[in-house]
């Protein structure tokens, strides 16, 4: 069955980096989108970025500019989000999460996220 | 970036009542919209998306419509394991944005 399984809870300082990684099985990694959300206390869900697995192509939003970058390895149907300059109001769980949508040819057909990791809470504390 | 406004923020219902949420864009999204529930500590699970269309596996006691910038979720008969926060999110365009969320709560 499709899974997404991320890597364990972080506590950080601020201005350090943190990587997180997402190990995706059960399908065709190439084949869908990856995207990162994040959820802080008590808050809404915020999407971060995505990747297309095809072509390594990367769309981050704004709201991390500079900030953010997804990287994944093929071979290892991992996909990783890695956050520098990490300030408190980064502390959050953090979400990999698979799109519907199909991606092929260098086209992508994005959807609605279909399939979640477990989430890894990052902590950013002095 | 399109504003996602869901109302109510809190609903109290009881097992077997009807429930609807809605969730109101700040600009057209057509039908890209899903629903997401999600349980304490857990992550979300899609519901429906192309705003009407039920995740496989999904209870048929829900159902969502809505086209443009008005959207609901209706829970027919709510059971015991629907009690939970839920999420409505866009993706006509990015950023890919949420509701603030709907907690549906015991009565």
């Known amino acids: 069955q499709v899974q997404l399984v991320q890597s364990g809870a972080e506590a950080q300082k601020p201005g350090a980096s943190v990587k997180i990684s997402c190990k995706t099985s059960g399908y065709t990694f190439t084949s869908y989108p990856i995207h990162w959300l994040r959820q802080a206390p008590g808050q809404r869900l915020e999407w971060m970025g995505w990747?297309?697995?095809?072509?390594?192509?990367?769309k981050t939003s704004q709201m991390f500019q500079g900030r953010l970058t997804i990287t994944r390895d093929t071979s290892a149907s991992t996909v990783f989000m890695e956050l520098s300059s990490l300030r408190s109001e980064d502390t959050a769980v953090y979400y990999c999460?698979?799109?519907?949508?199909?991606?092929?040819?260098?086209?992508?057909?994005?959807?609605?996220?279909?399939?979640w990791g477990q989430g890894t809470m990052v902590t950013v504390s002095s | 970036d399109i504003q996602m406004t869901q109302s109510p923020s809190t609903l109290s219902a009881s097992v077997g009542d009807r429930v609807t949420i809605t969730c109101r864009a700040s600009?057209?999204?057509?039908?890209?919209l899903a629903w997401y529930q999600q349980k304490p500590g857990k992550a979300p699970k899609l519901l429906i998306y192309k705003a009407s269309t039920s995740e496989s596996g999904v209870p048929s006691r829900f159902s969502g419509s809505g086209f443009g910038t008005e959207f609901t979720l209706t829970i027919s008969s709510l059971q015991p394991d629907d009690f939970a926060t839920y999420y409505c999110q866009q993706y006509n365009d990015y950023p890919r944005t949420f509701g603030q969320g709907t907690k549906v709560e015991i009565k």
């Open positions: 999460a698979k799109d519907r949508g199909y991606c092929g040819s260098g086209n992508c057909y994005p959807d609605a996220f279909n399939m």
């Open positions: 600009q057209s999204v057509i039908t890209w």
């Open positions: 990747i297309n697995t095809d072509n390594d192509r990367v």
